[in-house]
Each structure stands twice: as C-alpha cells, then as structure tokens.
Nanobody, 119 residues
Framework: QVQVAESGGGLVQAGGSLRLSCAAS????????MGWYRQAPGKQRELVAVITSGGSTNYADSVKGRFTISRDNAKNTVNLQMTTLKPEDTAVYSC?????????????WGKGTLVTVSS
C-alpha cells in the first residue's frame, strides 16, 4: 500500500519560517496532485496549497506570498516552505497525495505534523 509521512513541524515565533516535508512510499505507479491541508482545533480542515504533477500551484488566499509548495517527482516528495508565519497559521498540517489507480485516482493522507506559531 501507500504510506504518507510528514515532518518538519514545530514551534516558531511569529515572522519566522518553517519547512515541512512529505514523502510518499509503497506501491506507487504515478502521483497526480500533492497538497498540504491544515486544521486548527475546532475548525474545518482547509486547503493550504496544492501542486500538480506538472508543477502548477494553487494557494489559499491567506498564505499567498508567504508559503511556497514544491515537489520532487523522482523522490515522491512534496515540501511546503512557510515564511512570515503568523499565529493564525497554527494548525496540524497534513499531506495529501493523489495516486493513480487503474480505475482512477485515490487519495492518501499523512497523520499530520503540528505547527505552532507564537506571538
């Protein structure tokens, strides 16, 4: 099967930077979109950034200009470089990987990594 694992979360002061990494492993033929989502306590999970297999990107309005998503198709990894962090960025960040199957795409999720931004 496919496993997804995130790393890089931690505690950072407002205005600081943090880099999250995600690696997919297992029985993978091809990966389409890869993305980062986040969920704060008591709130709905939201899309932070997504990158297609061709490198096209989309960002949530709240992180545009501050976050950068990138991927390495050869390594099946996706990264999220976060800069100018704000306390409202505090959340559990989860990596999503859409893997191609003969019948379509299937989503796999990591367990999440906690990002805490202090004032």
């Amino acid at each position: 099967q496919v496993q997804v694992a995130e790393s890089g979360g931690g505690l950072v002061q407002a205005g600081g930077s943090l880099r999250l990494s995600c690696a997919a492993s297992g029985r993978i033929f091809s990966i389409n979109d890869m993305g980062w989502y986040r969920q704060a306590p008591g709130k709905q999970r939201e899309l932070v950034a997504v990158i297609t297999s061709g490198g096209s990107t989309n960002y949530a309005d709240s992180v545009k200009g501050r976050f950068t998503i990138s991927r390495d198709n050869a390594k099946n990894t996706v990264n999220l470089q976060m800069t100018t962090l704000k306390p409202e960025d505090t959340a559990v960040y989860s990596c999503n990987v859409r893997v191609l199957e003969p019948w379509g795409g299937m989503d796999y999720w990591g367990k999440g990594t906690l990002v805490t931004v202090s004032s």
